[in-house]
Structures are given as C-alpha cells and as structure tokens.
C-alpha cells in the first residue's frame, strides 16, 4: 500500500482537527505548492475557477461489489454504455446515467439495465424507468458528494477555494500527496505526479457494513488537451481493493448545458433518511421448532434444539439481524441462541454477521467463507460503529466442508453445500429429513420472473437424493417443491 493512503487512513481524524486549528494554508507551504502545481498542470488556476460544468461521457465496467462467486473474486462485472457524467462544478450537483448489462448469470436476467441517479447537495436520489424519483439515505448522499470530488478539476477546484483546509503533505513512490477538507466540511486525499504535477489519484474513506472503514480510490491516466485544460480519459475507482468502476472517457464536454441537474422537487422535500428502515419481523411456524422469520426482503429460519436455537441467515445489516435475534428470543425465552448460519458471503445476506458475533453467536458457513468472516470481524468500524464495534466479541466460527448434521433427540438439520453453483461457490442449504423442508437463499426465489439457478439447484438436491417437500427460499414465500419443477420445466421448454 503507498505510504500517503495508508496515512490518510490511519491520520485522517488527526489531520482533520489540525486542519481546523490552524485554517488555511498560506502560499508557499508544501501543501499549498501542492494545490498549485497541480492547478497550473490542468490548466491554470483562473482557467480551473472559470469552469461551470463539466460532461463526461463513455464506457466501462461497474464491478460486483460483495456479489462475486467467491469472497476474493473479481471476475463478475456489469458492461456499461452510454455512461454520461454531468457535473455542476460551481453548483455541486451531479446527475449520472448509464446503461449497464451483466458479464454473469444476474438474478434479474441479462438484459441491459438503465440507471439514472444524483445528488444535489445534500440530497441524493434515484430515478427509476418510470421517471419516479426517490430520495436515497444520508448516507449515500454523503458518498455520492464525496465522489464528486473523484475528479482532477472537482477537487483542485475545492482546494483552491479560500474556505478549504490543507495539510499532511507528504511524498512517497513518486507522487506528492495532500489531505483537503473541503469547505463544505468533506476530507480528501489529493496525490500529484512529482514530474507533471497532474493528478494521479483522489481518495475519501467511507463506511461499509461489511468492510467497515474503506478507501474510496479514483485514479487518473491518459489526459488529453480539451479546452485549455488537461483531462484524463481513463478513470478507475476502487473501493478498499475492489475495482467499483473503469470508465474510457470518449467525449468530454466543459461548460456544456447539463440541463437541470437540481434534486426533483418532491425528492428534495422529502424528509432525510438517517438510516436503514426499522425491522419488521414476522414469525410463521412451519413445522414443530422451526419458524419462519420474515416481513421484509430478506429472511431467516429459527431452528429449535432440545436446549438451544439456531438461526440460519443473519442478513443486511445490524438493524435487520439484532431484530431477529430478539425475535427468536421471544419465541423461546428459555432456550439461548447459540448459532447461526450464514448460507453465503453475499454482502447482503452477510451483513448482520458481525451483530451476530457481537451477540455471542457461533457462526457457521461454508469452509471457503472462513478467511472471510475472520477478516470482516477483524475490520475497523470508527466512522460508523456498529454493534460488533460497541460491544467486541472474538468470532467463533464452525465450517462445512461436505455436510454438517446437526442432530439431537428433538431435531435434525444437515448442512450441505450447492455445488457448482453460477450464483456463489460458498452457498450452503439446509435440510430438515424428517419435516422435508429445505432453506436456500438466491438460487430460487419463487416470485421472481427469471430463474438463472435453479436448476443447478436441482442438480445439488438429486445428487444428495433428499426427499423434499417444501422449499424455504430466504426471498419469497413457503412453496411446495413441485413449483420448483415446474419453474425449471418451464425454463428448459
């Protein structure tokens, strides 16, 4: 890692109150020779003030993030067209629209996808097909900002303003570094060539459910002459390790008419969103100690042993799983809640895990998800702490290599993994032998119109030659297993 990130990481709330003790810096020091140099390589300091908007179109990819096969893997990505990035410099909104299509098997299907979202301050929105706006949490919005300064002319423009506030400068591996907290309150890391001078990379760090405290990383290459400045055509963002975004700029408009680039109006009257919506969680009894814990998205089962319980799936978030541990504690006040499992890495279906771990619970997961859990426990949470960060507990974790039975006088439950799965290499299901049920996550959700799993689904369920009934899909409702073969009839006619 350069010297100058990992000083933005570990310094940042430091650098940030020493910014603000001792204000703006003066001409002359090597912070500010910084800004300059880097205002003067694109062009020029009165050239850069000038500028009012800025139109980047292209192409690219969006990566997977915390969707991939595997926890490490990089394979999967959407293919985008007409990416157009439409910047109010002086104003500070931004409007993105681009049409993506997936490189994989997607659960909504392979067709091309167009999305359209901004933020206008502090408002951020999204845009469906349908033109419907809707406002997304503060949280998003504050990224969304912070990305807006992920650009050469956004963020020497924002340090050049008398309200910011520079410091750290710092040199290492060829590039000159710099933190600056925009007036507006934002902290970011601008690095400099030490030879052109031009901006190499801009980084913010954010806070991810699943990767705690991350660096947001936009680095510059291939700049061309536009309009008396220098622009670079080749833009790739990062999010801790992982490749987000790798746009090719192929027109690039300064000045342009952008069009309304304001929040929609019943966007930006619409209250703030502070966080995640409250749980709503419901209990249905399918079977003599097993419930079905749902109400919204994304589900869970509450497992009962002679003397404990066992949840399988702690999803989304701390708000999400800390509500289905309390529910399955009231259904059984008696017996303790010992374990859960995790069917799979997927963000979403992983991002309660460590409210789980926070809550004593063993965690048990497929073997190639263990390295995984290990790190993700082990992350920082300091720009948002969670539940794990509050009240730190050691993971305990239990792996499954070819199955796991769980077994007493009272219940029985075995573990497999779905093999060759196009979804996860990590998914694991549930099979309830005596009541005939069977839990899986993502590789059949019965509502859904496209069904791209299914029938590797099958495949993993006749190898292992279980009897089953009903199907507990973690999205949708309880079905009977003859829906699961007529959906893969269907989908093989």
Known sequence: MDNWRLMTRTTSLVVFVAAVAIGGCSRGTPEQQTVDDAAAALGGRDRLLAIKTLVIEGEGTNGNLGQDVTPEATGQAFVLKGYKRAIDVAGGAVRVEQTRTPNFAYFQGQQPQTQVFGVDGDVGYNVAPNGTATRVSNAVAKDRRAEMYHHPVTIVRAALDPGAKLANPRTANGQRAVDVTTAAGLTLTLAIDETTKLPTRVVSMTDNPNLGDVAVETSFSDYQD???LKLPSHLTTKTDKFTTADIRVTKQSVDADTGNLAA???VASAAAIAGPPPATVTAEELASGIWLLA?????????EFADHLMLIEAPQNDTRALAVIAKARELRPNKPLTHVVSTHHHFDHSGGVRAAVSEGLTVIT?????AFYQDAVSRAHTLAPDALAKKPKPIKIETVDDVMHLKDDTMAVDLYPIAGSPHADTLLMAYFPKQRLLVEADVYSPASAVQPYAANLL?????????VDRVVPIHGTVVPFSELLKTQAKSTS
Do not use: T
């Open 226 to 228: 536009l309009a008396g």
């Open 366 to 370: 497929h073997k190639a998800n263990a």
């Open 459 to 467: 495949e993993n369920i006749r190898k292992r030659k279980l009897d």
């Open 264 to 266: 929609p109006a019943a």
């Open 295 to 303: 109400g919204q998205s994304h589900h869970s089962v509450l497992v």
